[in-house]
Protein backbone atom coordinates (compact mmCIF):
# COMPACT_ATOMS: atom_id res chain seq x y z
CA UNK A 1 0.00 0.00 0.00
CA UNK A 2 2.99 2.23 0.80
CA UNK A 3 4.88 1.44 -2.32
CA UNK A 4 1.94 1.89 -4.11
CA UNK A 5 1.20 5.68 -2.82
CA UNK A 6 4.54 6.25 -3.37
CA UNK A 7 4.23 5.45 -7.06
CA UNK A 8 0.87 7.58 -7.42
CA UNK A 9 3.03 10.46 -5.85
CA UNK A 10 5.38 10.44 -8.88
CA UNK A 11 3.40 9.81 -11.38
CA UNK A 12 1.41 13.29 -10.11
CA UNK A 13 4.30 15.16 -9.62
CA UNK A 14 6.11 14.03 -12.71
CA UNK A 15 2.52 15.05 -14.41
CA UNK A 16 2.81 18.66 -12.54
CA UNK A 17 6.22 19.22 -13.98
CA UNK A 18 5.49 18.31 -17.69
CA UNK A 19 2.18 20.42 -17.60
CA UNK A 20 4.42 23.26 -16.43
CA UNK A 21 7.66 22.71 -18.92
CA UNK A 22 4.89 22.49 -21.69
CA UNK A 23 3.24 25.99 -20.04
CA UNK A 24 6.92 27.83 -19.91
CA UNK A 25 7.14 27.73 -16.10
CA UNK A 26 10.50 25.69 -15.83
CA UNK A 27 10.67 27.24 -12.11
CA UNK A 28 7.30 25.46 -11.19
CA UNK A 29 8.49 22.49 -12.96
CA UNK A 30 11.81 22.05 -11.01
CA UNK A 31 9.57 22.49 -7.77
CA UNK A 32 7.67 19.83 -8.96
CA UNK A 33 10.67 17.29 -9.60
CA UNK A 34 12.28 18.65 -6.50
CA UNK A 35 10.00 16.80 -5.09
CA UNK A 36 10.36 13.68 -6.21
CA UNK A 37 13.69 13.77 -6.21
CA UNK A 38 14.45 11.49 -3.03
CA UNK A 39 12.40 8.43 -4.52
CA UNK A 40 13.32 8.62 -8.19
CA UNK A 41 16.11 6.24 -8.19
CA UNK A 42 14.02 3.75 -6.43
CA UNK A 43 11.00 4.45 -9.38
CA UNK A 44 10.59 2.50 -12.52
CA UNK A 45 12.96 3.27 -14.80
CA UNK A 46 10.45 4.71 -17.69
CA UNK A 47 9.72 7.09 -14.34
CA UNK A 48 13.52 7.78 -14.16
CA UNK A 49 13.67 8.37 -18.15
CA UNK A 50 10.75 11.02 -18.17
CA UNK A 51 12.46 12.45 -14.43
CA UNK A 52 15.42 13.40 -16.15
CA UNK A 53 14.42 14.38 -19.55
CA UNK A 54 11.92 17.24 -17.77
CA UNK A 55 14.49 18.15 -15.31
CA UNK A 56 17.29 18.88 -17.71
CA UNK A 57 14.30 21.08 -19.88
CA UNK A 58 13.96 22.88 -16.76
CA UNK A 59 17.45 23.19 -16.05
CA UNK A 60 18.50 24.20 -19.18
CA UNK A 61 15.90 26.73 -19.60
CA UNK A 62 17.16 28.36 -16.13
CA UNK A 63 21.13 28.21 -16.95
CA UNK A 64 20.08 29.95 -20.10
CA UNK A 65 18.08 32.65 -17.97
CA UNK A 66 21.49 33.29 -15.30
CA UNK A 67 21.42 30.30 -13.46
CA UNK A 68 24.99 29.64 -13.65
CA UNK A 69 25.01 26.16 -11.77
CA UNK A 70 21.62 24.59 -13.09
CA UNK A 71 23.69 24.49 -16.61
CA UNK A 72 25.77 21.34 -15.52
CA UNK A 73 23.09 19.85 -13.71
CA UNK A 74 21.07 19.95 -17.37
CA UNK A 75 23.77 18.31 -18.56
CA UNK A 76 24.06 15.48 -16.01
CA UNK A 77 20.19 15.17 -16.71
CA UNK A 78 20.15 14.60 -20.27
CA UNK A 79 23.54 12.21 -20.21
CA UNK A 80 21.68 9.74 -17.76
CA UNK A 81 18.57 9.99 -20.28
CA UNK A 82 20.49 9.04 -23.17
CA UNK A 83 22.51 6.48 -20.98
CA UNK A 84 19.36 4.74 -19.31
CA UNK A 85 18.16 4.62 -23.32
CA UNK A 86 21.28 2.93 -24.88
CA UNK A 87 21.15 0.23 -22.11
CA UNK A 88 17.21 -0.59 -22.52
CA UNK A 89 16.78 -0.20 -26.10
CA UNK A 90 14.18 2.23 -25.71
CA UNK A 91 14.60 5.41 -27.74
CA UNK A 92 11.45 7.60 -26.89
CA UNK A 93 13.53 10.46 -25.80
CA UNK A 94 16.59 10.01 -27.10
CA UNK A 95 16.78 11.56 -30.65
CA UNK A 96 14.79 14.92 -28.91
CA UNK A 97 17.62 14.73 -25.77
CA UNK A 98 20.09 15.12 -28.08
CA UNK A 99 19.10 17.71 -30.11
CA UNK A 100 18.52 19.66 -26.24
CA UNK A 101 22.34 18.48 -25.58
CA UNK A 102 23.88 20.17 -28.56
CA UNK A 103 21.70 23.75 -28.20
CA UNK A 104 22.58 23.81 -24.29
CA UNK A 105 26.49 23.51 -25.08
CA UNK A 106 25.39 26.29 -27.66
CA UNK A 107 23.87 28.16 -24.97
CA UNK A 108 26.96 27.68 -22.31
CA UNK A 109 29.18 28.51 -25.24
CA UNK A 110 27.43 32.12 -25.91
CA UNK A 111 27.16 32.59 -22.01
CA UNK A 112 30.45 31.71 -21.54
CA UNK A 113 31.70 33.97 -24.74
CA UNK A 114 29.35 36.84 -22.67
CA UNK A 115 30.92 35.96 -19.31
CA UNK A 116 34.64 36.28 -20.86
CA UNK A 117 33.51 39.99 -22.52
CA UNK A 118 32.56 41.16 -18.53
CA UNK A 119 35.49 39.75 -17.57
CA UNK A 120 34.10 36.94 -15.49
CA UNK A 121 36.77 34.40 -16.68
CA UNK A 122 36.44 31.64 -13.66
CA UNK A 123 32.60 31.54 -14.58
CA UNK A 124 33.40 31.51 -18.11
CA UNK A 125 36.29 28.87 -17.68
CA UNK A 126 33.78 26.71 -16.12
CA UNK A 127 31.00 26.78 -18.21
CA UNK A 128 33.55 25.76 -21.04
CA UNK A 129 34.65 22.97 -19.18
CA UNK A 130 30.97 22.16 -18.84
CA UNK A 131 30.48 22.58 -22.73
CA UNK A 132 33.54 19.92 -23.16
CA UNK A 133 32.31 17.37 -21.07
CA UNK A 134 28.85 17.44 -22.26
CA UNK A 135 30.24 17.16 -26.04
CA UNK A 136 33.85 15.93 -25.28
CA UNK A 137 34.45 15.65 -29.27
CA UNK A 138 34.43 19.40 -29.87
CA UNK A 139 38.13 19.80 -27.71
CA UNK A 140 38.09 23.44 -28.36
CA UNK A 141 36.30 23.94 -25.61
CA UNK A 142 38.26 22.90 -23.29
CA UNK A 143 41.43 25.06 -24.70
CA UNK A 144 39.50 27.84 -24.41
CA UNK A 145 38.35 26.92 -20.55
CA UNK A 146 41.96 26.75 -20.48
CA UNK A 147 42.70 30.64 -21.77
CA UNK A 148 39.59 32.06 -20.43
CA UNK A 149 41.23 30.05 -16.51
CA UNK A 150 44.86 31.85 -17.29
CA UNK A 151 43.05 35.36 -18.29
CA UNK A 152 41.40 35.21 -14.53
CA UNK A 153 44.56 34.46 -12.99
CA UNK A 154 42.90 30.65 -12.09
CA UNK A 155 46.40 29.40 -12.64
CA UNK A 156 45.80 25.98 -10.62
CA UNK A 157 42.45 25.37 -12.83
CA UNK A 158 43.93 26.44 -16.27
CA UNK A 159 46.68 23.88 -15.34
CA UNK A 160 43.98 21.22 -14.83
CA UNK A 161 43.32 21.98 -18.51
CA UNK A 162 46.55 22.18 -19.87
CA UNK A 163 46.99 19.25 -18.76
CA UNK A 164 43.62 17.38 -20.22
CA UNK A 165 44.62 18.79 -23.06
CA UNK A 166 48.05 17.05 -23.65
CA UNK A 167 46.64 13.78 -22.33
CA UNK A 168 43.56 13.43 -25.30
CA UNK A 169 46.64 15.31 -27.68
CA UNK A 170 44.94 18.14 -28.40
CA UNK A 171 46.57 20.14 -31.47
CA UNK A 172 44.43 22.72 -32.54
CA UNK A 173 45.19 22.80 -35.85
CA UNK A 174 42.76 23.21 -38.74
CA UNK A 175 41.91 25.08 -42.11
CA UNK A 176 39.51 27.85 -42.19
CA UNK A 177 37.08 28.96 -44.99
CA UNK A 178 37.11 32.24 -46.25
CA UNK A 179 35.53 33.86 -49.68
CA UNK A 180 34.78 37.48 -50.37
CA UNK A 181 31.24 38.84 -50.48
CA UNK A 182 31.00 40.31 -53.63
CA UNK A 183 28.23 43.12 -52.88
CA UNK A 184 30.76 44.17 -49.40
CA UNK A 185 34.18 43.47 -50.58
CA UNK A 186 34.82 42.24 -47.23
CA UNK A 187 36.07 38.71 -46.67
CA UNK A 188 33.85 36.16 -44.14
CA UNK A 189 34.94 32.93 -42.54
CA UNK A 190 31.74 30.32 -42.81
CA UNK A 191 32.19 26.40 -43.27
CA UNK A 192 33.12 24.92 -46.26
CA UNK A 193 30.09 23.47 -47.94
CA UNK A 194 28.40 27.03 -47.18
CA UNK A 195 31.51 28.71 -48.69
CA UNK A 196 31.78 26.32 -51.99
CA UNK A 197 27.72 26.68 -52.51
CA UNK A 198 28.53 30.72 -51.94
CA UNK A 199 30.66 30.80 -54.79
CA UNK A 200 28.93 28.32 -56.97
CA UNK A 201 26.24 30.98 -56.45
CA UNK A 202 28.08 34.24 -57.59
CA UNK A 203 27.61 35.78 -54.45
CA UNK A 204 31.08 35.18 -53.14
CA UNK A 205 34.32 35.02 -54.70
CA UNK A 206 38.20 34.34 -54.57
CA UNK A 207 37.46 31.05 -52.25
CA UNK A 208 40.75 31.19 -49.86
CA UNK A 209 41.40 27.68 -47.14
CA UNK A 210 43.83 29.18 -44.15
CA UNK A 211 45.79 26.58 -41.89
CA UNK A 212 45.83 27.33 -38.74
CA UNK A 213 48.94 26.47 -36.77
CA UNK A 214 49.00 23.72 -34.36
CA UNK A 215 48.42 25.18 -30.32
CA UNK A 216 50.56 22.22 -29.14
CA UNK A 217 53.57 24.34 -28.51
CA UNK A 218 51.55 27.01 -26.93
CA UNK A 219 49.77 24.41 -24.23
CA UNK A 220 52.80 23.15 -23.12
CA UNK A 221 54.72 27.00 -22.90
CA UNK A 222 51.45 28.07 -20.47
CA UNK A 223 52.14 24.81 -18.67
CA UNK A 224 55.29 25.50 -17.68
CA UNK A 225 54.42 29.25 -17.31
CA UNK A 226 51.87 28.33 -15.26
CA UNK A 227 54.23 26.19 -13.08
CA UNK A 228 56.89 28.64 -13.21
CA UNK A 229 54.20 31.12 -11.35
CA UNK A 230 53.22 28.46 -8.89
CA UNK A 231 56.73 28.06 -8.03
CA UNK A 232 56.92 24.53 -8.98
CA UNK A 233 60.33 25.66 -11.34
CA UNK A 234 61.42 21.84 -11.67
CA UNK A 235 58.23 20.83 -13.47
CA UNK A 236 58.46 23.98 -15.82
CA UNK A 237 61.72 23.02 -16.62
CA UNK A 238 60.60 19.51 -17.51
CA UNK A 239 57.56 21.53 -19.65
CA UNK A 240 59.91 23.44 -21.27
CA UNK A 241 62.25 20.34 -22.55
CA UNK A 242 58.91 18.72 -24.01
CA UNK A 243 58.56 22.19 -25.69
CA UNK A 244 61.41 22.90 -27.19
CA UNK A 245 61.76 19.12 -28.51
CA UNK A 246 58.38 19.58 -30.57
CA UNK A 247 59.58 23.57 -31.44
CA UNK A 248 63.45 23.92 -30.86
CA UNK A 249 63.82 27.50 -33.06
CA UNK A 250 60.37 28.96 -31.14
CA UNK A 251 62.22 32.35 -29.81
CA UNK A 252 60.16 32.47 -27.44
CA UNK A 253 60.35 29.25 -25.73
CA UNK A 254 63.93 29.91 -25.52
CA UNK A 255 63.36 32.88 -23.78
CA UNK A 256 60.48 32.02 -21.32
CA UNK A 257 63.37 28.91 -20.29
CA UNK A 258 65.86 31.41 -20.19
CA UNK A 259 64.01 33.55 -17.77
CA UNK A 260 63.53 30.88 -15.79
CA UNK A 261 67.33 29.75 -15.10
CA UNK A 262 67.52 34.01 -14.40
CA UNK A 263 64.61 33.38 -11.53
CA UNK A 264 66.34 30.69 -10.25
CA UNK A 265 69.69 32.25 -9.96
CA UNK A 266 71.65 30.85 -13.45
CA UNK A 267 72.58 33.22 -14.73
CA UNK A 268 75.14 31.49 -17.16
CA UNK A 269 72.27 28.96 -18.73
CA UNK A 270 70.53 32.47 -18.88
CA UNK A 271 73.34 33.99 -20.95
CA UNK A 272 73.46 30.73 -22.99
CA UNK A 273 69.63 30.52 -23.92
CA UNK A 274 69.63 33.96 -24.37
CA UNK A 275 72.61 33.95 -26.83
CA UNK A 276 70.99 30.71 -28.71
CA UNK A 277 67.68 32.75 -29.31
CA UNK A 278 69.39 35.94 -30.69
CA UNK A 279 71.03 33.25 -33.07
CA UNK A 280 67.61 32.34 -33.94
CA UNK A 281 66.35 35.65 -34.21
CA UNK A 282 69.32 37.80 -35.24
CA UNK A 283 67.18 40.96 -36.09
CA UNK A 284 65.75 41.49 -32.34
CA UNK A 285 67.12 44.35 -30.89
CA UNK A 286 65.53 43.01 -27.42
CA UNK A 287 67.61 39.91 -27.92
CA UNK A 288 70.45 41.83 -27.98
CA UNK A 289 69.32 44.68 -25.28
CA UNK A 290 69.07 41.89 -22.79
CA UNK A 291 72.68 39.99 -23.57
CA UNK A 292 74.45 43.22 -22.76
CA UNK A 293 72.17 43.66 -19.27
CA UNK A 294 73.36 40.53 -18.09
CA UNK A 295 76.91 40.74 -19.04
CA UNK A 296 77.11 44.02 -17.52
CA UNK A 297 75.68 42.85 -14.46
CA UNK A 298 78.70 40.07 -14.42
CA UNK A 299 80.96 42.62 -15.22
CA UNK A 300 81.93 41.15 -18.98
CA UNK A 301 81.93 44.82 -20.10
CA UNK A 302 83.17 43.80 -23.61
CA UNK A 303 80.49 41.30 -23.78
CA UNK A 304 77.79 43.71 -23.20
CA UNK A 305 78.72 46.91 -25.42
CA UNK A 306 79.39 44.14 -28.49
CA UNK A 307 75.80 43.05 -27.54
CA UNK A 308 74.33 46.99 -26.86
CA UNK A 309 75.69 47.74 -30.13
CA UNK A 310 74.12 45.21 -32.20
CA UNK A 311 70.89 46.30 -30.80
CA UNK A 312 71.70 49.52 -32.01
CA UNK A 313 72.66 48.32 -35.18
CA UNK A 314 69.13 46.39 -35.52
CA UNK A 315 67.26 49.75 -33.96
CA UNK A 316 69.55 52.92 -33.88
CA UNK A 317 66.42 54.65 -31.40
CA UNK A 318 66.95 52.35 -28.72
CA UNK A 319 67.46 54.61 -26.08
CA UNK A 320 67.64 52.00 -23.32
CA UNK A 321 70.71 50.86 -25.35
CA UNK A 322 72.42 53.93 -26.02
CA UNK A 323 72.21 54.73 -21.84
CA UNK A 324 73.41 51.36 -21.04
CA UNK A 325 76.52 51.44 -23.71
CA UNK A 326 77.42 54.79 -22.23
CA UNK A 327 77.11 53.26 -18.61
CA UNK A 328 79.97 50.74 -19.85
CA UNK A 329 82.35 52.71 -19.97
CA UNK A 330 81.12 55.12 -16.98
CA UNK A 331 81.52 51.78 -14.80
CA UNK A 332 84.58 50.55 -16.05
CA UNK A 333 86.16 54.34 -15.43
CA UNK A 334 84.39 54.51 -11.82
CA UNK A 335 86.20 50.76 -11.14
CA UNK A 336 89.69 52.15 -11.44
CA UNK A 337 88.98 54.78 -8.80
CA UNK A 338 89.94 52.62 -5.79
CA UNK A 339 93.13 51.71 -7.40
CA UNK A 340 93.94 55.65 -8.04
CA UNK A 341 92.71 56.44 -4.01
CA UNK A 342 94.77 53.63 -3.13
CA UNK A 343 98.06 55.02 -4.67
CA UNK A 344 100.67 56.54 -2.52
CA UNK A 345 103.43 59.26 -3.11
CA UNK A 346 105.93 57.87 -4.97
CA UNK A 347 107.42 58.67 -8.34
CA UNK A 348 105.70 55.40 -10.07
CA UNK A 349 102.78 55.16 -7.70
CA UNK A 350 102.21 58.87 -9.47
CA UNK A 351 102.83 57.63 -12.53
CA UNK A 352 100.05 54.75 -12.24
CA UNK A 353 97.80 57.03 -11.24
CA UNK A 354 98.65 59.14 -14.08
CA UNK A 355 97.97 56.70 -16.21
CA UNK A 356 94.81 55.46 -14.73
CA UNK A 357 93.47 58.87 -14.60
CA UNK A 358 94.00 59.24 -18.17
CA UNK A 359 92.10 55.77 -18.82
CA UNK A 360 89.39 57.17 -16.37
CA UNK A 361 89.00 60.22 -18.42
CA UNK A 362 89.02 58.37 -21.79
CA UNK A 363 86.55 55.79 -20.40
CA UNK A 364 84.04 58.74 -19.66
CA UNK A 365 84.51 60.79 -22.54
CA UNK A 366 83.65 57.53 -24.42
CA UNK A 367 80.45 57.06 -22.35
CA UNK A 368 79.60 60.80 -22.93
CA UNK A 369 80.31 60.60 -26.62
CA UNK A 370 77.86 57.41 -27.21
CA UNK A 371 75.35 60.08 -25.37
CA UNK A 372 76.04 63.00 -27.20
CA UNK A 373 75.55 61.00 -30.89
CA UNK A 374 71.89 59.97 -28.99
CA UNK A 375 71.11 63.52 -28.48
CA UNK A 376 70.98 64.24 -32.31
CA UNK A 377 68.59 61.51 -33.16
CA UNK A 378 66.63 62.20 -29.82
CA UNK A 379 67.55 65.85 -28.50
CA UNK A 380 64.54 65.98 -25.93
CA UNK A 381 64.75 62.99 -24.13
CA UNK A 382 65.17 63.59 -20.50
CA UNK A 383 66.99 60.40 -19.57
CA UNK A 384 69.88 61.07 -22.02
CA UNK A 385 70.37 64.59 -21.05
CA UNK A 386 70.50 63.66 -17.44
CA UNK A 387 73.25 60.95 -17.72
CA UNK A 388 75.13 63.04 -20.07
CA UNK A 389 74.92 65.86 -17.38
CA UNK A 390 75.92 63.36 -14.66
CA UNK A 391 78.75 62.20 -16.61
CA UNK A 392 80.18 65.93 -17.52
CA UNK A 393 80.00 66.80 -13.69
CA UNK A 394 81.94 63.72 -12.80
CA UNK A 395 84.17 64.28 -15.46
CA UNK A 396 84.73 68.55 -13.91
CA UNK A 397 83.76 69.32 -17.42
CA UNK A 398 81.87 72.98 -16.01
CA UNK A 399 81.17 74.02 -19.74
CA UNK A 400 79.22 71.33 -20.64
CA UNK A 401 77.37 70.43 -17.50
CA UNK A 402 75.99 73.65 -17.40
CA UNK A 403 74.99 73.58 -21.30
CA UNK A 404 73.05 70.20 -20.37
CA UNK A 405 71.67 71.86 -17.10
CA UNK A 406 70.02 74.22 -19.22
CA UNK A 407 69.05 71.81 -21.66
CA UNK A 408 66.95 70.25 -19.01
CA UNK A 409 65.38 73.77 -18.13
CA UNK A 410 66.93 73.31 -14.45
Known amino acids: MSFA ?240 ANDPNDVNLILNEANLYYKMGDKEKFKSLMAEAAAVAPDNPDLHYNIGVINMEQGNMEEARAAYKRALEVNPNYTNAQLNLSTTYVNEGNGLIDEMNSLGNSRSDIARYDELKKKKDDLFVQGAQVLEDALKQNPDNQGILTQLKNIYGAMGDNENFMRLKKLLGE
Request: glycine share 6%.
Open 5 to 244: MVSFAQKAELKTAEKAVKSGDMTAAKTALDGISGMIDGADEKYQTQYHFLRGQALADLGKKGDNAAFKEAAESFNKVVDMEEKSGKTKYSAETKQRIAALTADLVNSAVEDNGNKNFDVAAEKLYTAYKISPQDTSYLYYAASSAVNGQHFEEALTYYNELQEIGYDGSGVVYKATNIETGEEEIMDKVQRDLMVKSGTFKDPVDEKTPSKSAEIVKNTALIYTQLGQDDKALEAYKTAR
